[in-house]
């Protein structure tokens, strides 16, 4: 990628985001060799200008910033890079130099669409979700609805930990259900964020 370096002297900003929450975890800086480092590396790497060297995050800590994405803006002198944060991403502790915290209790929905949809093309002796795939869309169509009576019994029952492990099965089903169908949890959220807006 061509970038404007020379407009800040050698250095363009490089904001963090968590590729999975999208906080934005810091800001740092990068010149030509920290943006090679950090594609070859896989973990950001930045231009300390206190220390005037490169300077990979986690170098110290072992709180790595692991590379997934690196996008220029559209002037070419500013780059957003997603990564995967191992531990807090400030020097401080906090999960973010904003002193935000780094959480959503949804995310791991993010990670595991991809791991279904990499399971998708896997050989079905590998595992439970390859094996579904293999099945075919009626073969998981009928697990989606198993796991939806189970749930329905279990709330009748007022069993509420059976009630969270049979709504596990059942999304997890109905994620499987969708990939297989070539869609995700991301096309039934924005029904029904139209929904909300009408």
């Not at 490169?54 to 890079?81: A, M, Y």
């Not at 009928?142 to 329905?152: I, P, S, T």
């Not at 492990?165 to 259900?177: P, W, Y």
Request: net charge negative.
């Amino acid at each position: 990628m061509e970038l404007d370096f020379a407009k800040g002297d050698g250095l363009i900003p490089a904001i963090i985001q968590d590729e999975l929450t999208g906080k934005v975890l810091m800001l740092g800086y990068m010149n030509e060799e920290s943006l090679a480092e950090t594609e070859k590396s896989g973990k950001v790497t930045f231009f300390s200008r206190s220390k005037n060297r490169l300077w990979t995050k986690g170098e110290t800590s072992g709180n790595f910033l692991h590379v997934k994405e690196i996008i220029p803006d559209c002037d070419k002198d500013t780059l957003l890079i997603k990564a995967n944060p191992v531990g807090p991403a400030c020097h401080t502790g906090a999960d973010t130099c904003f002193n935000e915290t780094n959480s959503d209790p949804l995310k791991f929905l993010n990670y595991l669409t991809q791991v279904i949809e990499d399971r998708k093309n896997s050989t079905p002796d590998k595992s439970y979700t390859s094996s579904l795939f293999a099945k075919g869309v009626n073969k998981v169509a009928q697990k989606v609805g198993e796991e939806a009576v189970e749930v329905v019994i279990e709330a009748m029952d007022n069993n509420n930990d059976l009630l969270k492990t049979e709504s596990a099965d059942l999304i997890f089903h109905l994620m499987v259900l969708l990939a297989h169908q070539g869609l995700s949890l991301a096309d039934v959220v924005k029904i029904l964020e139209d929904r909300h807006k009408k």
